[in-house]
């Protein structure tokens, strides 16, 4: 055997494992996404407690807060009884204002009105406030 074919030889297991590492790097690449996308995410639907002192929610008042980027709020209904709402309204989403004369919600967009158990009392929004757990620890209310 000449020097040239061993090194012809050589070569072309040196350019084949070069192209299969290429083709292992490429079908990784491509695969990523789609595992990423069909894997289960550890913690899903698992979101972190929102904690709010108890002191900044008063008697028959609301306190919005933003929930997990999304507007929130929490109301004081008794001494010591709390409820927690998703304060984006159902109809098409505008953020409700709380009415402390009439101890309701307002939608500002099509006036939209909600009960502070979150339920419909009038206007055009299709079902109740989305109601957030909330529970009173200490001094501190944990939403979420
Ligand atoms: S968006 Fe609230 S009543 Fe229409």
Avoid at 40 to 46: H, L, T, V, Y
Avoid at 81 to 97: D, E, I, P, R
Wanted: charged share 15%; aromatic share 8%; proline share 8%.
């Amino acid at each position: 055997m000449s020097d040239s074919s061993v090194n012809l030889s050589g070569r072309r297991t040196f350019l084949g494992g070069l192209l299969g590492a290429v083709g292992l790097v490429v079908t990784a690449a491509a695969a990523w996404p789609v595992w990423r996308f069909l894997a289960p995410q550890s913690g899903a639907g698992e979101l972190e407690k929102i904690v709010i002192a108890r002191g900044e929610v008063s008697l028959e008042q609301a306190h919005f807060f933003n929930f997990h980027g999304k507007p929130a709020v929490v109301l004081q209904v008794t001494p010591g009884q709390f409820a927690a709402f998703s304060a984006v309204c159902t109809h098409l989403g505008c953020v409700v204002k709380w009415v402390p004369e009439k101890q309701e919600f307002l939608c500002p967009c099509h006036a939209g009105r909600f009960s502070t158990e979150g339920k419909v009392l009038g206007g055009p929004p299709p079902k109740p406030l989305e109601l957030l757990p909330v529970a009173l620890v200490g001094d501190q209310l944990q939403v979420g």
